[in-house]
């Protein structure tokens, strides 16, 4: 059982940045960024992988960037250039490698999830 805590969220006005942070209580092998605005799916955001092989939602691609530290097992996506419609709650999940290597950011095959923290981007 993993256990997963993010923490970084908050307000910010649009152009800004915002850092992401998810403690894992264990080590973790492919970890991912989700969000989820009202009224809309869950979408993915960016998952990073053991060998630091990161994939991301075309949405984010060149204003986000996930990384993950293995000594503190911890999880970051630094937000840049953030838009109004980034606005969400961001989850932390993880699941084994093979999730990473062969699904990339479905929802449905990660087992474990942090509690969320909210992002609000006013334009």
């Known amino acids: 059982q993993v256990q997963l805590v993010e923490s970084g969220g908050g307000s910010v006005q649009a152009g800004g940045s915002l850092r992401l942070s998810c403690v894992a209580s264990g080590y973790t092998y492919c970890m991912a960024w989700f969000r989820h605005a009202p009224g809309k799916e869950r979408g993915g955001v960016a998952a990073i992988d053991q060998f630091d092989s990161a994939t991301y939602a075309d949405s984010v691609k060149g204003r986000f960037t996930v990384s993950k530290d293995n000594t503190k097992n911890t999880l970051y996506l630094q937000m840049n250039s953030l838009k109004p419609e980034d606005t969400a709650m961001y989850y932390c999940?993880?699941?084994?490698?093979?999730?990473?290597?062969?699904?990339?950011?479905?929802?449905?095959?990660?087992?474990?999830w942090g509690q969320g923290t909210q992002v609000t981007v006013s334009s």
């Open positions: 999940a993880a699941a084994p490698y093979v999730v990473c290597r062969d699904f990339g950011l479905s929802a449905a095959r990660f087992g474990f």
